[in-house]
């Protein structure tokens, strides 16, 4: 079926893929077998700070003694393992030996404090944990109380601290100081289908953070796309430089880096974001496809440091993770004018990221793009469950093979995101016009955005409700033009605590969780909170209550 087509349910079909799925492989065959044939002394991963550099010919040494010295400790198919660390040179290293052996990696946020780290792992339960120097010591203290991890490897010093080894260290131990040949090297086969090779953290559509299990095939489609001449575009000459940026721990960041190593592209690693460094790298390496989330491309549409910088390398920039307004798009546009294209996706950890997006040349602005190769896509009525037609809004449903296997060990949040016939349910609401493009309206997910990152009101409703001055609290984001969405939280005071102060409860949140999860919106005491009968919370009643509300100081 061809792009725009729409059958008698009014599902609408991605356009016929440039590569068809022939023979589904396991997305760490597909990869192994690519490297295999990358010129050996190419620049595969720069570190942009220091400019460390790793060939392809290293990259894929390293990967395969890795892979064979996990072997040889019995961590094989279905294994977890997890790794937790700053973007760096050495961050695929470990991944890419998962996907060739069949273990399931689990990537963890390296800015998550003890009790994020715990409830993660409880859900992945890795049996190895890699991580960067910066957090092994956190690390170290989990591995005292979780019992299931049986060793810790850091990935980014020649310094191991006790409890710990040195990715160096474990290979020479387990292959004693023998290397693999990659030409002799065996990737594991199988049915991609049922082999894990994600699991990413989401809070879906309402709730706790979950695990996200993506096989090996969903993987595999993804890698497709990304050479798909319509969505990517591919120079002459030496290897196209991009730019990792995004944290390799998101979904997004880990499918830029993987999709690039798999091209052939060169890997230009920020461990950080730093102004300076991100537009000198642009410049110096001579970026022409931006991939970013919308705070950084707010960056480049106020900082004046933009115009210091020879940025004429870039022609397009392709954003993600949350909405890009029509105003920071044009306001790029003027800028930056060598800028041919901004396009934007849509899409979600539960589909492998994008799964609308725009392609090369068209121009939009405000849409999302049309569906994708490989996929489908119905506009539900959330009420009737009735497939809706063009320009009415409705909760967007997909699928195909890059919808996940589901949610590790939880089949009943499982069973909950997919309707009775199989389409998988996002919690957006949107619309798609006449020619198929696609617009998101709302969130009928609670999640809050903040700069990307998903923000699950529940859990932060859970650790102020353990305050002893809270009786009972709301939270809900708040719009920022350049955060997307900053949280606040609805309380009611405790009898006989009327003296709880908004930065009280503020500092005794940013104590407990990640950044992204601070009040950054601030605490508004009321009387009581709105609910249904049966005790939800009225969340949309609580949002109509802040506007034209600002947050007396931003932490």
Partial sequence: MSIGQVDDDLVICGPTPAEPLLEIKTAGKEIFEKLLTYNTAKDAIIDAFTEEKLSYGALLQKICDLAEALRFHGYTTGTVVSIC???????????????????????????????????LFNISKPKVVFCSKNVSLKILDLKATLSYISRIIIIDSDESAP??????????????GRHISPYHFQPLEGDPAKLGAFIFCSSG???????????????????????????????????????????????????IGLEAITRGDKLIVLKRFDEDMFLKCIQDYKISELLLAPPIAVFLEKSSKVLQYDLSSVKEIVCGAAPLSRETEQAIRKKLKNIQTIRQGYGLTEATLAITLLAQGEQRPGSCGRVITFMSCKVRDPETGKALGPNTVGELCFKG?????????DEKATKETFTPDGWLR???LGYYDKEKYFYIVDRMKELIKYKGF?????????????????RDVGVVGLPDDIAGELPVAFVVKKEGHEDVTEAELQNYVASMVSSP?????????????????????????????LKGYRPTKKI
């Fill in 85 to 119: 660390s700053e973007n760096n040179i050495n961050f695929f290293i470990p991944v890419l030996a998962s996907l060739f052996i069949g273990c399931i990696m689990a990537p963890v946020n390296h800015n998550y404090v003890q009790n994020e780290l715990i409830h």
């Fill in 163 to 176: 409890g710990t080894e040195t990715l160096d260290e474990f290979v020479t131990s387990s292959l004693r």
């Fill in 205 to 255: 559509t309402t709730g706790f953070p979950k695990g996200v299990l993506l096989s090996q095939k969903n993987m595999y489609v993804r890698l497709l796309q990304s050479r798909d001449p319509r969505y990517y575009v591919k120079t002459t000459g030496e290897n196209k430089s991009i730019l990792g940026l995004l944290p390799f721990f998101h979904a997004f960041g880990m499918c």
């Fill in 401 to 409: 093979p890059m919808v996940m296997a589901g949610y590790y060990n």
């Fill in 426 to 428: 996002t919690g957006d």
């Fill in 454 to 470: 998903q923000v699950a009101p529940a859990e932060l409703e859970a650790l102020l409700l353990n305050h002893p001055k809270v």
């Fill in 517 to 545: 999860k601070h009040l950054r919106g601030g605490v508004i005491f009321v009387s009581e909170i709105p609910k249904n009968p049966s005790g939800k919370i009225l969340r949309r009643v609580l949002k109509d209550r």
